[in-house]
């Protein structure tokens, strides 16, 4: 008789089964679907109850969303916040409510900063940043002015203003590079197609660059440059963000010069912050994300890797 045991394996403590309030933007992007997606396999893999709100990209219906989770007494609340400011009362009533809010891939202005627990996402700043050394590094051959045309995201969000505030950072000190045309084209295709129309009429025969802060607004931008007869990434250059599939797609057709990733798949992450967050554990401020530059030379190379 062989006494065979095993030391029993300390059994995992079973994760607290959480509901989770999540208040979306919106689907006005590529990047913002996976972000969807990657969040709601996590929850599931995760064994919590997510309720899920998209704001069709109004800022009025992500605060009705909050208000509807703290009415149901959800376990967390996490948002991602359209627009950086108006969230103070409905931010105080979560926090009166005792349900924690984790932002996820924008941040907020908010004067009594308690109110939110942490942001996850990137620095903003940086990949604008990051775009513009692409730029300087890759016209450093040229003379004469570089004249660039710039489509901001959103109105008054988080990534649209840190995006052109690290772009303009860098290029302060380059002055021969000059945004001649800076407007907002709402992180969408069509509007991208619709605002560089209207610049390439504007400005013929001058734009150089064309600066998107989402690859969005720079696939709409390659199919106006196309229609008017110039070929995109080589009489304008095409500069994105985002790192989405349909850059990679851009770049390899020859359409389309570079993308600063901005990593979406937040999904594990969040759920780690949420079930912290719920069980009243110690957060970091900001979980940012680990992302990089992708120009059209490592394209083909890089696709097959490509998550989202
Ligand atoms: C970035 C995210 C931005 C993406 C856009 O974290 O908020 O919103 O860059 C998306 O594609 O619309």
């Not at 969807?36 to 009025?60: M, N, P, V």
């Not at 995201?153 to 303009?168: C, L, N, Q």
């Not at 359409?255 to 967050?277: H, I, S, W």
């Amino acid at each position: 008789l062989v006494l065979a045991w095993s030391t029993p394996s300390r059994a995992q403590a079973p994760r607290k089964k959480l509901v989770i309030g999540f208040a979306q933007t919106g689907a006005e992007s590529e990047w913002r679907t996976a972000n969807t997606e990657s969040i709601k396999a996590a929850a599931k893999a995760a064994g919590h109850e997510l309720k899920f709100s998209d704001a069709q990209q109004k800022q009025e219906n992500q605060i009705k969303a909050i208000r509807s989770f703290i009415s149901q007494k959800v376990d967390v609340i996490i948002l991602a916040p359209l627009v950086t400011t108006g969230w103070d009362t409905v931010l105080r009533e979560a926090k009166a409510a005792k349900i924690p809010v984790i932002l996820e891939s924008r941040n907020v202005v908010v004067k009594d900063p308690t109110t939110w627990t942490t942001f996850v996402g990137s620095d903003f700043v940086e990949e604008g940043r990051r775009a513009a050394r692409w730029l300087v590094e890759h016209t450093k051959a040229t003379q004469g002015d570089v004249n660039i045309v710039e489509l901001q995201g959103t109105v008054g969000s988080d990534p649209a203003i840190d995006r052109k505030k690290g772009f303009e950072e860098v290029l302060k000190g380059h002055p021969r590079y000059k945004i001649i045309r800076s407007q907002t084209a709402d992180f969408t295709r069509a509007k991208g197609k619709e605002v560089m129309e209207a610049f390439l009429k504007a400005e013929p025969g001058r734009i150089k660059v064309v600066y998107a802060h989402n690859d969005d607004m720079a696939i709409g931008a390659i199919q106006a440059i196309e229609e008017s007869g110039l070929k995109p990434a080589k009489d304008v250059l095409v500069i994105g963000v985002d790192a989405v599939k349909g850059a990679f797609e851009a770049m390899m057709a020859g359409k389309m010069n570079v993308t600063v990733e901005c990593n979406p798949l937040l999904g594990p992450q969040l759920m780690e912050a949420a079930a912290k967050a719920a069980a009243g554990e110690p957060l970091p401020r900001w979980i940012k994300s680990i992302e990089g530059v992708f120009p059209a030379e490592v394209a083909a190379k890089e696709f097959p890797n490509r998550k989202y």
